[in-house]
């Protein structure tokens, strides 16, 4: 697999281009994708001359996947990153950030540069994102959605919580709250029918995440979809 990545790499190196020719809906119809009922969620022409494509996607059971594939669908190299050799970087590929906008939990910032933040309560590495914030309020937006890793035993309960707030001040100030230690969540009471639909803001900003190819946290996209290195944010 190694020898096939590098085989790869070698030739991308001498035809790069930034272009997208093919639409996400013209490969999901190729018969690789829908064999395992995959949602592209992104893609970009990584190979001009050899018409290899970089493609994210999630497959029929909910598992995010990035693959390089020619135009028929005929090959497919699993990989984890594509090197640009004239950049000396990586190559990304933007997503559909449409569907996030309005169904954030809530805003932190009144600034002019607009971010997608997945986080999770209980995450230490959000912790220290959300520790910078104040720093660069009146420069940022930050639209939050919850996205509790399953491994996370206490980050429902912290978001059900924070999100039992009345305003987006309010709840960003929970959310630093549990951060610092603050255990009031443990004796938080709801009714049934507040419980429930506390349960279902997380469950809906999940999914949202869970289609991006979200995968941890803290997950930052800014409003082309670009994925956001989130230490650049508040240094």
Not at 136 to 150: A, G, M, P, R, Y
């Amino acid at each position: 697999m190694k020898l096939l990545k590098m085989s790869l790499l070698l030739l991308l190196s001498s035809a790069v281009v930034y272009a997208t020719n093919l639409s996400n809906k013209e490969l999901s119809q190729l018969k690789a994708f829908t064999d395992i009922k995959a949602t592209i969620t992104g893609n970009q022409l990584i190979g001009k001359n050899l018409d290899l494509y970089l493609v994210k996607g999630i497959d029929g059971t909910g598992r995010p996947f990035s693959i390089v594939t020619d135009k028929d669908g005929k090959y497919l190299v699993l990989t984890d990153n594509v090197f640009d050799t004239a950049k000396k970087a990586p190559i990304t590929i933007p997503v559909d950030v449409t569907p996030l906008k309005g169904k954030q939990l809530f805003t932190y910032g009144t600034g002019k540069d607009e971010y997608f933040v997945f986080t999770d309560p209980e995450c230490p590495y959000c912790h220290k994102f959300e520790a910078g914030w104040p720093k660069v309020k009146d420069k940022v937006k930050f639209h939050v959605f919850f996205f509790n890793l399953d491994f996370h035993k206490n980050a429902n309960a912290m978001s059900r919580w924070i999100l039992s707030a009345k305003t987006d001040e309010e709840k960003a100030k929970r959310l630093n709250a549990v951060g610092n230690g603050d255990k009031s969540y443990e004796n938080a009471k709801y009714s049934k029918e507040e419980e429930a639909k506390l349960n279902a803001l997380m469950e809906n900003t999940k999914e949202l995440g869970k289609k991006l190819g979200v995968q941890g946290t803290p997950a930052v996209y800014d409003t082309k979809g670009n994925v956001v290195n989130w230490p650049e944010i508040i240094k």
